[in-house]
């Protein structure tokens, strides 16, 4: 049984940082890219960023780019998002997602197999 699992999120201050954590079982983790998405309140989930089954290969939202860093431990079948200078529109669930797909990191959410119950991120002004 496949299982991805966040933590790290919080409430937080403007400014501020955090890191989340999306921890995977079940599954050969190093053939998978993994995307984190959010979803804010009365919104549609959205891309947030991605990195590849290539470490190095990684994809930002125009949002976050900059701000916002994936990476990924494979030996731990584990990926972060370390979430820094952080604003109030940042607030929202955040949800890791897990892909088979080789090539360009998917941004939309049909792409991705399996999905986390989600991590809630709020940043207060």
């Known amino acids: 049984q496949v299982q991805l699992v966040e933590s790290g999120g919080g409430l937080v201050q403007a400014g501020d940082s955090l890191r989340l954590s999306c921890a995977a079982s079940?599954?050969?983790?190093?053939?998978?890219?993994i995307a984190w998405f959010r979803q804010a309140p009365g919104k549609e989930r959205d891309f947030v960023g991605g990195?590849?089954?290539?470490?190095?290969?990684?994809r930002y939202a125009d949002s976050v780019s900059g701000r916002f860093f994936i990476s990924r431990d494979d030996a731990k079948n584990t990926v972060y998002l370390q979430m820094n200078s952080l604003k109030p529109e940042d607030t929202g669930v955040y949800y890791c997602?897990?892909?088979?797909?080789?090539?360009?990191?998917?941004?939309?959410?049909?792409?991705?197999?399996?999905w986390g119950q989600g991590t809630q991120a709020t940043v207060s002004s």
């Open positions: 079940g599954l050969t983790f190093s053939n998978y890219h």
């Open positions: 997602a897990a892909s088979r797909a080789w090539g360009a990191i998917r941004s939309e959410g049909p792409w991705y197999d399996y």
């Open positions: 990195i590849s089954q290539n470490p190095s290969i990684s």
